[in-house]
Antibody, heavy 122, light 108 residues
Framework: QLQLQESGPGLVKPSETLSLTCTVS??????????WGWIRQPPGKGLEWIAS???????YYNPSLKSRVTISVDTSKNQFSLKLGSVTAADTALYYC??????????????WGQGTLVTVSS | EIVLTQSPGALSLSPGERATLSCRAS???????LAWYQQKPGQAPRLLIY???SRATGIPDRFSGSGSGTDFTLTISRLEPEDFAVYYC?????????FGQGTKVEIK
């Protein structure tokens, strides 16, 4: 059974870059029908899809964040990562990594990591 | 972008009662590409329903999904104590993938 675990700094200064990694266990990140995504949830608010990636490196971004976001994959480490640049307080959120299974990236997310809280503050 | 509007924002019910949650899309969700999630405090969302009406693995049959086009419904036939949570819908018909703002099902 695939499991996902987010890791990264819990505090980032305004204007800097947020960097998170998701480690996949219980299976290979290189599965043919596996797409890997990042979703975030500001405290007390709803969910926002950020980006998804296929193990080959093909990426898919939410246009609202695309100019600041980079998603990447490291198959040798069974990990994928998120970088969000020029952060502000509005980027404070719980960041989740999750798996999408399907022929394309646009499917549901299951399972999810437990989430990691990132606070943007000086 | 497809905007999903969930209603009501909150629902106060007693255990054993039926819960009916609505998710309305700003444009048609093709092929019923709609999912439902349950989120409890301090936990990640858990997939309940995909394809508008297919239950995910291990989800009890008291949870059911229906609908097509722009109107979708999640029904919990008889609320159990563990069902009090926030529920989100998500469309994966078009990019960007979007979620509704959530419906909180609380104990009356």
């Amino acid at each position: 059974q695939l499991q996902l675990q987010e890791s990264g700094p819990g505090l980032v200064k305004p204007s800097e870059t947020l960097s998170l990694t998701c480690t996949v266990s219980g299976g290979s990140i290189s599965g043919n029908i596996y797409y890997w995504g990042w979703i975030r949830q500001p405290p007390g608010k709803g969910l926002e899809w950020i980006a998804s990636i296929y193990y080959t490196g093909t990426t898919y971004y939410n246009p609202s964040l695309k100019s600041r976001v980079t998603i990447s994959v490291d198959t040798s480490k069974n990990q994928f990562s998120l970088k969000l640049g020029s952060v502000t307080a509005a980027d404070t959120a719980l960041y989740y990594c999750a798996l999408s299974v399907g022929a394309y990236y646009n499917t549901w997310f299951d399972p999810w990591g437990q989430g990691t809280l990132v606070t943007v503050s000086s | 972008e497809i905007v999903l509007t969930q209603s009501p924002g909150a629902l106060s019910l007693s255990p054993g009662e039926r819960a009916t949650l609505s998710c309305r899309a700003s444009q048609s969700v093709s092929s019923s590409y709609l999912a439902w999630y349950q989120q409890k405090p301090g936990q990640a969302p858990r997939l309940l329903i995909y394809g508008a009406s297919s239950r995910a693995t291990g989800i009890p049959d008291r949870f059911s999904g229906s609908g097509s086009g722009t109107d979708f419904t999640l029904t919990i036939s008889r609320l159990e104590p563990e069902d009090f949570a926030v529920y989100y819908c998500q469309q994966y018909s078009s990019s960007p993938l979007t979620f509704g703002q959530g419906t909180k099902v609380e104990i009356k």
